[in-house]
């Protein structure tokens, strides 16, 4: 079934928001419900395309989509500490033409370096909206692709949450675990709490340290497959391991 809705939004030539309510379409003329036809409506959250209906009783705008998915929206990150984080991370990806990424790990008290993916020529963007079911619509902090948009286990898509005091919602988190089962996409945990620590930038060598991060439909702590399935117990085990920082912002 169609989904009803009492008003809709466009955006005029300057880019500003307008709002055209239900009502106005009541005893409108000819010429007036072809312009408002020809117009790029949108819903309020502007994910979908609406259509006036011109019911003498009832007039109202419609969507050709029978659902709506829900968007982790409120519970993002909002601080100075946060966004600093963001921005500094996308422009030094960027500046990377190749990258290895992966976690240290200890053999007979030597380091070396275990390579989860290595890529080269992705582009990264902050505040990237994607839907990624039926239900769900989430907005990455960072997001990556290959160039050529290319996507395979050589070329899997890449995620990073940067986390202060807010972790993503439960729907979020559990559908990003079954989508990482479907196809091939990594999703990092950045925490504030200690920079540089749970994930790290190596511009001379070329890698991106981390330590936990979805993949192939689990939560891993660098070699080790968590027991972790649901958004509760990541929390748990995260804020357990003083990985939430709910220090202000100076």
Same mark, same amino acid.
């Given at each position: ?62 969507? +050709? ?7 982790? +929206? ?8 946060? #966004? ?12 990377? #033409? ?42 990455? #902090? ?109």
């Amino acid at each position: 079934m169609a989904l009803k809705y009492e008003f809709a939004t466009l955006r005029d030539e300057k880019g500003d928001k307008k709002i055209i309510y239900a009502s106005k379409l009541k005893n409108s003329s000819i010429s007036q419900r072809l312009k408002i036809k020809e117009m790029e409506l949108y819903d309020e959250s502007e994910e979908y395309r609406v259509y006036p209906r011109f019911n003498e009783k009832s007039p109202h705008f419609y969507s +050709k989509s029978s659902k709506v998915r829900a968007y982790d +929206k409120n519970n993002k990150d909002k601080s100075p500490k946060h #966004d600093e984080r963001v921005k500094s991370l996308v422009k030094k990806l960027n500046e990377m #033409d190749c990258l290895d990424i992966g976690y240290y790990l200890f053999e007979k008290k030597e380091k070396y370096f275990e390579s989860l993916v290595r890529i080269k020529n992705y582009h990264w963007e902050a505040e990237v909206s994607r839907i990624i079911d039926s239900k769900t619509r989430v907005q990455h #902090d960072i997001y990556g692709a290959e160039l050529s948009l290319s996507m395979s286990q050589r070329k899997p898509f890449i995620a990073i949450e940067v986390v202060k005091t807010h972790f993503p919602e439960k729907n979020t988190f559990e559908s990003l675990l079954k989508l990482s089962k479907e196809i091939p996409l990594i999703v990092i945990f950045d925490f504030t709490v200690k920079k540089n620590y749970y994930c790290e930038l190596v511009k001379d060598g070329k890698r991106l340290r981390i330590n936990n991060y979805i993949y192939d439909g689990a939560l891993w702590d660098r070699d080790k497959k968590t027991k972790v399935t649901t958004q509760d117990y990541a929390l748990e085990y995260f804020k357990k391991n003083g990985y939430i920082d709910h220090s202000k912002d100076t």
